[in-house]
């Protein structure tokens, strides 16, 4: 990812608005909803780990990775610090997770708040390439960002194209609204490639008759 000199600023901002109650939980209760209990999710990103702390507040086992010290810095102070690692997300692979003492493999892995806008497009590439190896089998990649900026949806959606992953779900928010081409943000899920392990059948699901 790009380093730039305003992430203070943006640390500072984020502090803030943790302090605020500001809800900046919304991706992790969309990211809660994909998963089975306490799965292994990874937030590509996380900033000041909101994320990572709700998703661990609901019983995941959530790792989060940036490269700003300045982000991961009040990440550390909100939340326990052995959830978090310096690394770009462009770095992340299974062998470079394992060598920092992560999983190799996630049930989940969340790329949140404009996240891909501050990736080249080689990162980008780069990132749908490796992932398959990261997702267990039909794991998500779940990504939030703006729609018109580099890394919006048309761009996800070339470098899924011989990646493995497919697409599966695009909203216009994590709340679930329908996306059209003139929607600001964008919600895309990915699926990887086999099968979800659920011995005991999906969640909530009673079929009638059996």
């Known amino acids: 990812m790009n380093q730039g000199p305003d ?3 943006y640390a500072a901002k984020m502090r803030g608005l943790a302090a605020s109650g500001c809800d900046l939980e919304v991706d992790a209760r969309f990211v809660d909803m994909l998963s089975p209990r306490r799965a292994h999710i990874l937030d590509l990103g996380c900033g000041i780990g909101s994320a990572v702390g709700a998703l661990r507040n609901r019983g995941h086992l959530a790792f989060g990775v940036d490269p700003t010290e300045a982000v991961l810095a009040v990440a550390r102070e909100l939340f326990d610090p052995a959830w978090f690692r310096s690394m770009g997300a462009g ?3 299974a062998a470079a997770l394992a060598g920092q003492g992560l999983p190799a493999a996630y049930d989940v892995v969340l790329l949140s708040g404009n996240v891909p806008a501050f990736l080249t497009d080689g990162e980008l590439l780069g990132i749908f390439e490796r992932l398959p190896s990261i997702l267990k089998p039909g794991g998500f990649l779940a990504v939030g ?4 900026t580099r890394g919006g949806p048309a761009q996800q959606d070339l ?3 011989d990646s493995g992953l497919t697409l599966v779900h695009r909203f216009s928010d994590w709340h679930l609204g ?3 081409e003139d929607s600001p943000w964008s919600v895309s899920v990915y699926s990887n490639a ?3 392990c659920t011995p ?3 969640d909530g699901i009673f079929v009638l008759g059996r």
């Open 159 to 161: 470098a899924a194209h």
């Open 7 to 9: 992430y203070a600023a």
């Open 145 to 148: 960002t703006s729609t018109d």
């Open 200 to 202: 005991d059948g999906p």
């Open 91 to 93: 770095d992340v692979s």
């Open 178 to 180: 329908p996306f059209s």
């Open 194 to 196: 086999g099968q979800r």
